[in-house]
């Protein structure tokens, strides 16, 4: 079963970064990921913003808006905005008592970057210094793991820190909540939907004609956007055209420049929206019924 995080990476690389519905893209994530992704959702939602962060790391604050208006989250203090508290060992680190989860990122970010602790061969791994692998309790982490390591410093008001980072429910708050058994029964349920809708996966992806340069790439003359993206992959990895020192950044050749809008570089989350232009209204196929 591949990793949770190459699924998000793979399926980000075939969506427009700017028209992204968390919603569809979980419900996407959870039919490829050979498990029960009911309580990972967060998760999952972090490490769309990681990845998003570091494809357009010169742009931090546009990034965060855009962050903020893909991914849907709930204001002032509820949900993914609300205050936690940190552990003894997090929030002298960081220098705050409480944060939010977002600003908490963000501050870690800041950290890393002053300190160059990303690994210059792969921007991905975070290479931790004293002050982190104190905290974290490890040499390394990557960016997409890095949510998980800081949740385990993160409580609410009814959780208490036992000071390796592990969190411990007071005897008063009743853990009831969170270990309802309904949510796995309806998250079975919500499985065998999931699969039927992949059945009929086909049907709502039609064909497009393509243009002479796509053509020229992908070597048919119409496809479903989904195959469209899939074949350019299959180009991009028999011709190599992946930067060696980071996967996601592609170097075009002659004919990937030609459906790239003419850069000689592009990002697997970037290349998505230059597919559009290519795609030249309906083929006249059977494949709507």
């Known amino acids: 079963m591949p990793p949770l995080q190459e699924i998000v990476l793979k399926l980000l690389s075939g969506v427009n970064a700017e028209e992204l519905k968390f919603k569809e893209f979980f419900l996407k994530v959870a039919e490829e990921y050979d498990g029960d992704l009911t309580d990972r959702k967060a998760e999952v939602k972090q490490m769309v913003i990681d990845a998003m962060r570091a494809a357009n790391e010169d742009d931090e604050s546009s990034q965060e808006e855009e962050s903020d208006d893909d991914v849907p989250v709930k204001k002032k203090g509820g949900g993914y905005n609300a205050e936690m508290k940190l552990s003894p060992q997090f929030a002298e680190f960081l220098g705050v008592a409480t944060c939010s989860r977002p600003q908490i990122v963000k501050k870690m970010w800041v950290y890393i970057k002053d300190k160059g602790l ?29 949510n998980k390591f800081i949740s385990e410093h993160l409580m609410q008001d009814e959780e208490v820190n036992d000071g390796g980072g592990e969190k411990v429910k007071k005897e008063k708050k009743t853990p009831s909540k969170k270990k309802a058994p309904t949510p796995k029964k309806s998250a079975k349920k919500d499985k065998k939907d999931k699969k039927d809708k992949k059945d009929r996966k086909p049907a709502n992806h039609p064909k497009h004609n393509l243009s002479e340069a796509m053509r020229a790439v992908v070597g048919v003359p119409a496809l479903s956007r989904p195959s469209v993206t899939s074949a350019l992959w299959d180009y991009i990895r028999a011709n190599n055209l992946q930067n060696p020192n980071d996967k996601r950044q592609i170097i075009c050749d002659e004919n990937f420049k030609a459906v790239m809008g003419g850069n000689e570089t592009v990002t697997m989350f970037s290349m998505n929206k230059h597919i559009t232009p290519h795609l030249l209204g309906r083929a006249d196929v059977k494949l709507e019924e």
């Open 118 to 146: 990303q690994d210059p061969k792969d921007k991905r791994k975070i290479l931790l210094d004293d002050k982190m692998q104190a905290v974290f309790k490890r040499k390394t982490f990557t960016m997409f793991s890095m």
